[in-house]
């Protein structure tokens, strides 16, 4: 599935539904969120559509995830791959993309610290 059959919002509500943190500031839920998406219509639609179908409650200023353990597997749900890529979340040139591997389709590439930041592990 390429950059193109891939729903925003899918992919966005899915990575809510995998956070590992029992909590995160709307802002740091948004940090996660922008790598799916820039567009703030979009990522406030993700929000929304998340709320709705109870994948997550936002009240506050926090978003808590109310899927416990469902967290991604970096053995199971990450793909590692060797080539010239720019990391979805800093920009930066990469050679290893790491790409996490959703029902809604593929978020990445990012580099090694980053896929950490985006899944919660840093």
């Known amino acids: 599935m ?14 809510l ?16 969120i922008e790598t799916v ?10 929000l929304d559509t998340a709320a709705m179908r109870g994948v ?3 009240e506050e200023g926090l978003v808590r995830p109310r899927t ?3 967290y991604v597997s970096f053995e199971g749900d990450v793909v590692v791959r060797e080539g010239d890529f720019s990391c979805e979340r800093c920009g930066a040139s990469i050679s290893t993309g790491h790409f996490v591997q959703f029902d809604g ?11 950490r930041k985006v899944l919660g592990r840093e």
Do not use: Y
């Open 2 to 15: 390429d950059d193109a059959d891939r729903d925003p919002v899918e992919l966005g509500v899915e990575l």
């Open 17 to 32: 539904a995998h956070l590992e943190h029992e909590e995160l500031s709307v802002a740091e839920a948004m940090d996660r």
């Open 37 to 46: 998406t820039t567009n703030p219509g979009l990522q406030r639609e993700i």
């Open 56 to 58: 997550i409650d936002r």
């Open 68 to 70: 416990r353990g469902t």
């Open 105 to 115: 389709g593929e978020l990445g590439p990012f580099g090694s610290t980053c896929i």
